[in-house]
Each structure stands twice: as C-alpha cells, then as structure tokens.
C-alpha cells in the first residue's frame, strides 16, 4: 500500500504520535504496583491539592501582617508537633490492626485486647513514646465497649479469610500502571444470611456526626475491594 506522503497527512501522524509519546511517558511515571488505598487516595488527590492550595494562601495573607520570624518559628514548632502526632497516629492503627488480625476469635477477646495494647511500651521515654501509651490507653476502653469487638467474638467459625492478599487490575489514569495490591483485613460469612462480608479496619478519629461523610471517603478502595 502506499503511504500518504502530504504535508498535511504526514502532520496528523507527527501529532498523533506526539500524543502516544506523551501518554506512555505518563504511564512511564506510574509506578508497576501500588496499593489499593493509595490508588484510592490519588483519584481525589487534584480536589485535595486545589484545597490545600486554598488554605495556602490563607496562610500566607495572615502572615504578611506580622513578624515572619516569629511566625517561621511557630510554624516550625506546629509543624514538628503534627509529625510527631502523625508518627503516632500511624503506630497506634499498625498497633490496633495488627491486634485484631491475630485474636483468637474462639477464645475470650478482651484479655487478648489489655495483653496486646494495655501494656504498650512502658519502657521507651520521651514525647512520642508518652503520647502513644496516652493515645493506646484511651482507644482500649472504646475498643472493649465497641461493636466491632462484640461482633468478632460471634464470627468464630464464619471467618473466611485474614489478611487475605490481593491483586486488582489498574484503574483509570492515575495509580499503578500495572496492579493494585492490598491486604483484605477480614472475610467472613454473615451468620444470619449467608452472604459474603467483606471487612476492612480503619483507626480514623471520627465525630459521630461525620460517619457518612468518613465512610465516603473510603468507598473508592471498598470498591476495587
């Protein structure tokens, strides 16, 4: 066959390739695997950032109108503090998930509970080490007294799977390029119907008002799941 050798022709394929060449650079960027929580993340990452943004610039115009050293200094202090209080918050749901992945659902849950998180490092000093003591202390009563933990207690026998690991097809333009990984915390079959429960534990600090609005936020990940 012969080739259509017009300028104009051979213009249309330079821009259809240029275009090729930039979506396989952007998939090029992407990372091969990525877990499904962080793939969840990134399809609102452009509304997040637009936000953040927003706030910015609030930051910014106060900040115009009084000392800047003072204010380096006090954004430095906060900005420690969150870190701590981040580091922490992620030890705490590593420390609350591990638990409940490893209770033995056949045997009594609320000494496994004290024996797991009551006795969290007594050893360790500083400020991080307080505020995780302080912080696991105060989840273990909510964790004794809450729904979840009742309702493992009436799952023995029902469970399906723990940790079960899984691998999902790459969605949409952001994400893995080439799988979603993830670990399912808990499969189990609703005793009072048969169906199949998919169950996923999240350590978020929530008001009860929020719940909805908290849940949304996660439904992209219960989704791929």
């Known amino acids: 066959a012969e080739e259509d050798l017009r300028p104009e022709a051979m213009a249309g394929e330079l821009a259809m390739?240029?275009?090729?060449r930039t979506r396989a650079a952007a998939i090029m960027e992407r990372p091969i695997t990525l877990s499904v929580v962080a793939g969840a993340e990134l399809?609102?990452?452009?509304?997040?950032?637009?936000e953040e943004a927003?706030?910015?610039c609030i930051v910014n115009t106060g900040a115009s109108v009084v000392d800047e050293a003072a204010v380096g200094s006090k954004v430095e202090?906060?900005?420690?503090?969150?870190?701590l209080r981040r580091r922490v918050a992620l030890d705490v749901g590593s420390r609350i998930h591990r638990t409940l992945e490893e209770l033995l659902l056949d045997e009594p849950l609320a000494p496994q509970l004290r024996?797991?998180?009551?006795?969290a490092?007594?050893?360790?000093?500083?400020?991080?080490?307080r505020l995780l003591r302080e912080t696991l202390a105060a989840w273990l009563p909510r964790l004794l007294r809450s729904?979840?933990?009742?309702r493992l207690g009436d799952l023995h026998g029902h469970v399906l799977g723990r940790e079960v690991p899984l691998i999902v097809a790459p969605k949409g333009e952001v994400g893995a390029a080439g799988a979603g990984v993830g670990t399912i915390d808990l499969i189990y079959r609703e005793?009072?119907?048969g169906r199949v429960v998919i169950v996923d534990y999240k350590t978020d600090r929530v008001p009860l008002g929020a719940v909805g609005s908290r849940a949304e936020r996660h439904r992209a990940q219960a989704e791929r799941y």
């Open 77 to 83: 202090v906060a900005d420690e503090l969150s870190e």
């Open 147 to 150: 729904r979840l933990v009742a």
């Open 191 to 193: 005793p009072s119907d």
């Open 121 to 129: 490092p007594t050893n360790e000093e500083g400020e991080e080490a």
């Open 115 to 119: 024996a797991r998180l009551g006795g």
């Open 54 to 56: 927003s706030e910015a």
């Open 43 to 50: 399809q609102k990452a452009d509304t997040d950032a637009e």
């Open 17 to 20: 390739l240029a275009e090729e």
